[in-house]
């Protein structure tokens, strides 16, 4: 696993955010660790590229889901990462 001090890539941030599934803003941030800027930028990011479905509920008004799209990068993200992880 990597240290501590390692600093996440976008691609990291990316498939923790659409690890989530379905989720609000706040939990998104939380979760993903972003400030409410990087938060913005990542859904804008992910919901133009079709990765995620802007959902309009009740309360909390708004949620994210994952798509399909979204499902295969970030299968294809874990694929990545793991062929990364320098052995044992």
Aim: overall charge positive.
């Amino acid at each position: 696993m990597l240290d501590e001090n390692h600093k996440r890539s976008r691609i990291e941030v990316i498939a923790d955010i659409l690890r989530l599934g379905e989720a609000g803003k706040t939990k998104i941030m939380f979760e993903a660790n972003l400030s409410y800027i990087q938060l913005e930028k990542y859904l804008r990011y992910l919901t133009e590229g079709g990765f995620l479905l802007r959902i309009v509920v009740p309360n909390p008004g708004v949620k994210f889901r994952i798509t399909r799209k979204g499902e295969k990068l970030l299968n294809n993200i874990d694929v990545v990462l793991d062929m990364l992880e320098p052995p044992e």
